[in-house]
């Protein structure tokens, strides 16, 4: 089985020492970890080395993020084809990017997406689609801080968890 990391709008122009030690907790046994968008500095992912990483740009990149990033990926997770995006491209909100992403990427096993800052895990038209919401230590917008699991063994399964409150 593949244990894999899911965050998304991180928002981090360099990696501060509460997002490290966050990541480290709890990405701490998988292997693979994937960013859905807007580290907005690609540099973020320094937070991840000696990890898998697949991730894409999202909106709120800058111009360097966004060359060194694609826009969105397909991929494979042990025997699962992953579809990966930001999922601004498609709509503005949860209900509208789903739609667009099943049309896209119609041969893909799961779907992730961020830009909403909303988590979601469910299945829709036989796929796992999963939106981790947002990483961020803050909680903008007024969302739980949220990551999500994705387990690729016999079949995909995935879980959304809150970051753990700082003692």
Request: proline share 4%.
């Amino acid at each position: 089985m593949i244990k894999a990391g899911i965050l998304s709008d991180t928002h981090l122009t360099h990696v501060t020492q509460d997002f490290f030690e966050a990541v480290r907790h709890v990405f701490a046994d998988c292997e693979v970890i994937i960013h859905a968008g807007d580290t907005v500095d690609v540099f973020a992912l320094d937070a991840f080395r000696g990890k898998t990483v697949h991730a894409v740009h999202g909106n709120c990149c800058g111009a360097a993020t966004q060359a060194a990033l694609p826009s969105q990926l397909e991929f494979t997770l042990g025997t699962f084809k992953i579809a990966l995006t930001h999922g601004n491209q498609f709509g503005r909100h949860g209900m509208d990017i789903e739609p667009g992403l099943l049309a896209h990427f119609p041969d893909a096993d799961c779907l992730i997406y961020g830009h909403t800052h909303h988590a979601v895990c469910h299945r829709s038209e036989g796929k796992l689609v999963i939106n981790p919401g947002s990483f961020q230590l803050g909680g903008r917008y007024g969302h739980p801080c949220t990551y999500a699991i994705l387990e690729a063994g016999e079949e995909l399964k995935g879980e959304i968890c809150e970051i753990p409150a700082r003692r």
